[in-house]
C-alpha cells in the first residue's frame, strides 16, 4: 500500500517489507470491474532469497489451476516454517489473487482460530477493496490488536484511518492517529501516523493542516541509514524462519 505524500518519502512499513514481496499481483478484479492494483504475483525480487522463490513456485502452480500441487508445497513448508499462521495467511492471499473462491471465509477463520494479526489485516484489505467498509474497519482493529510492534501496529492503523474516511467517518480517522501519536512511540510510528494524518487532510483538501502534518512528519523521519538497518534486520529475521 503506497502511503507516498509530495515531498516526504515515507519509512519501510513493516507490512511492505516483510511480506508484499510475495504478494505483488495484478488484481483479477478489474477483468470484473473493479479497482487496478498493478504487479504480478509471485515476482521473484531476489533470485537469490529462497523465500521469494517458494512463493513464485506456488504462484506458478496456482496459476495453472494446480491448488492440490500448491497445497503440498504448502504442507512441506509448515513443516519447517516457524511462523505457520503467516505462511497460511500468505497462501491464502496467493489464491485470492489468482481468483480462487472462499478466501474471505478462509482468511476469517484463520483470523479468529489462531488470533492472527496478519490474517486480520489481509482480511481488512479485501473488505476494504470490496467497499465493506464496516467489517474491513473490524479486521483493521483486531489486526491492530494483536499486532507484534507498535511500528506494525502505526502502519495499520493509518491503513485503518484511510478506511474510516472512506467510509464517512473523517473525525474518527484523524482522532485514531492523533490518539496513537500521543503515545509513547518511536520516531518511526510518529513518521508514519503524521504521513498519514497529512493524507487524510489532504483528502479533505485541507492544505494548511496537511503542510503542518508534512512539517511535523519530517521531524521525524528516519535517515537512509536506520532505514537500511531496519530493512536488513526485518530480512535477517524472514532468512533466520526459512533456515
Known sequence: ?????????????????????????????????????????????????????????????????????????LEKKLIQSEDKTTDKAIFLMQKYFHGYKGVLTELSMLAKTEKSSLASYFLAELYESAGNFKESIEAYKESIRLSESDEVSSSRTVDCSKALLKSGNKSESIKILSDFIDTDCSAECKFNLYVGLA?????????????????????????????????STRLNSSHRCIS
Not at 502534518?213 to 531496519?230: F, G, I, M, S, T
Open 1 to 73: 500500500r503506497d502511503t507516498s505524500v509530495t515531498g516526504v518519502q515515507t519509512c519501510a512499513l513493516p507490512i511492505s517489507q516483510e511480506y508484499r514481496p510475495t504478494l505483488e499481483y495484478k488484481d483479477k478484479s478489474k477483468e470484473a470491474g473493479g479497482s487496478e492494483n498493478s504487479g504480478s504475483i509471485g515476482t521473484v525480487k531476489d533470485p537469490e532469497n529462497p523465500e521469494d522463490n517458494f512463493w513464485k513456485k506456488v504462484s506458478d502452480e496456482l496459476e495453472s489451476g494446480s491448488l492440490e500441487k500448491a497445497e503440498e508445497l
Open 199 to 231: 493524507f487524510i487532510y489532504g483528502e479533505e483538501n485541507n492544505s494548511l493542516m496537511r503542510s503542518l502534518c508534512l512539517d511535523k512528519a519530517l521531524e521525524y523521519q528516519p535517515n537512509d541509514q536506520e532505514q537500511a538497518d531496519r530493512k
